[in-house]
């Protein structure tokens, strides 16, 4: 089972950037696909960003397309989420996912995954 842990997170102001990486350990990230998911208070997680195992393929939700990039870096074990233009709106605690399904798509639904981290909260003042 791969570990995961974010980082990154922070307080931030409406507008401002941050970038967000999940470390892997206990093995490879190379061949698997990688997800960002989001939760804020009273809602239910939610899919932000993915990755396939290739890197070839990526997706996002409609909410955060142009603003948010995702990346990987297999020599690393890392995947990252580039966050700019943050509104108030973004803040939540953002997870790392991991599918290890070897799909060739990217996973939009948090069942798809089956490795969580423990999350890294994210709050954006307006």
């Known amino acids: 089972q791969v570990q995961l842990v974010e980082s990154g997170g922070g307080l931030v102001q409406a507008g401002d950037s941050l970038r967000l990486s999940c470390a892997a350990s206990?093995?490879?990230?190379?061949?698997?696909?990688m997800g960002w998911f989001r939760q804020a208070p009273g809602k239910e997680r939610e899919f932000v960003a993915g990755?396939?195992?290739?890197?070839?393929?990526?997706d996002s939700a409609d909410s955060v397309k142009g603003r948010f990039t995702i990346s990987r870096d297999n020599s690393k074990g890392t995947v990252y989420l580039q966050m700019n233009v943050l509104k108030p709106e973004d803040t939540a605690v953002y997870y790392c996912?991991?599918?290890?399904?070897?799909?060739?798509?990217?996973?939009?639904?948090?069942?798809?995954?089956?490795?969580w981290g423990q999350g890294t909260q994210v709050t954006v003042s307006s």
């Open positions: 206990g093995r490879t990230l190379s061949n698997y696909g």
């Open positions: 996912a991991a599918d290890q399904s070897h799909r060739i798509t990217v996973g939009l639904f948090a069942a798809e995954y089956d490795s």
């Open positions: 990755i396939s195992g290739t890197g070839r393929m990526t």
